[in-house]
């Protein structure tokens, strides 16, 4: 839903054909490894076997790794337990696997419910490094245990945004930054404190409509201001909150206020910013913001009640504690 005027005064999951399935690195595993509970060097197997059958039994070419053995051929993806393999001794992913009709896309054998528990086992062996670690996370993890760490890893990327659309843009949040302002056409403004006035001809055409997002930038960090109107039960509110374009941890640190108010009324909502973590839907649908329903937005607008003339004003302000007494402080933004 677009508005009448705003002023700014501040991978598929369908069927895969089994005659199409690209194939990447097909790996064979030839016998398994002998049962133990003790880590595998496996450097030392790669090293001292490079070119013929190591001790354990794995065919492993000196080009190699144990890493790239983890990988479906299939999707590229790390395999985890339970890893199939066909009667020929090629792997493949239970993901894949269920895509694949049962036929393995390498040989084009049946495969069966074969466990290959020599490659499941190497895997308990691993410790490496999270696939962040490029961007900053310095953390290391045992084989099955890297996943789940990878799912919440403070490096991760951040999803978009933008609440207009279904974006499925990912990126650190300089990229971000630029890709609402150059893609989404997002206004970009300095400073810690807005003044937005909000007119709509027809207050009563509210279908779950996002109306505007504005990104701040103060105290060297991306705030990103969202004013919509959604229905609520049968009637359609109006709702402002304020997102920290960074983590949850660090959000902690700003606080804001939104106000609204005319003909000698006023609300006032005051707060801490979500992080972009938790999705625009998430922070609606929570009602963590200031949330105007319709008739008291229409007596803020004033007149005969048949127009929306919403002015929200704002501030933010970065808390830092007070060395005396332990007590935060506000740093308002000058």
Request: charged share 20%; with cysteine.
């Amino acid at each position: 839903m677009e508005l009448d005027s705003i002023e700014c005064i501040s991978s598929s999951d369908g069927i895969i054909d089994e005659d199409e399935i690209p194939l990447h690195h097909p790996h064979i595993i030839h016998s398994q490894f002998p049962s133990s509970k003790s880590p595998l060097n496996i450097n030392n197997n790669i090293n001292n076997n490079s070119n013929s059958n190591n001790s354990d039994g794995i065919s492993i070419h000196s080009t190699t790794s144990v890493h790239e053995l983890l990988e479906c051929p299939v999707c590229t993806n790390s395999m985890y337990p339970p890893i199939h393999q066909c009667h020929n001794g090629h792997t493949i992913c239970s993901t894949c696997k269920a895509r694949a009709h049962n036929r393995c896309p390498t040989c084009r054998q049946e495969l069966g419910d074969i466990r290959c528990l020599a490659l499941e086992k190497v895997a308990e062996s691993l410790e490496l490094p999270c696939k962040y670690g490029s961007v900053g996370c310095p953390e290391i993890f045992p084989y099955y245990s890297k996943l789940k760490h990878e799912a919440v890893c403070n490096f991760r990327p951040y999803n978009c945004p933008y609440a207009g659309s279904e974006c499925s843009v990912v990126g650190d949040i300089p990229y971000l930054v630029a890709h609402l302002r150059d893609d989404h056409k997002v206004d970009m403004h300095s400073g810690c404190t807005f003044n937005h006035r909000y007119v709509k001809s027809n207050p009563r055409e509210v279908e779950n409509a996002t109306w505007m997002l504005t990104v701040f930038n103060c105290f060297g960090q991306c705030f990103c201001l969202h004013f919509e109107a959604f229905q609520l039960g049968t009637a359609p509110v109006y709702m402002a909150f304020l997102r920290f374009m960074g983590d949850e941890i660090e959000a902690r640190n700003y606080s804001y206020s939104l106000e609204v108010g005319g003909n000698g009324r006023k609300l006032t909502w005051e707060g801490t910013p979500r992080s972009i973590r938790d999705s625009h839907r998430k922070v609606r649908d929570s009602h963590d913001g200031l949330v105007i329903q319709r008739n008291m937005a229409l007596f803020f607008s004033g007149g005969e009640r048949k127009e929306l003339k919403l002015r929200v004003t704002g501030r933010i302000w970065k808390e830092q504690q007070n060395p005396d007494g332990g007590a935060c402080m506000p740093n308002l933004c000058t």
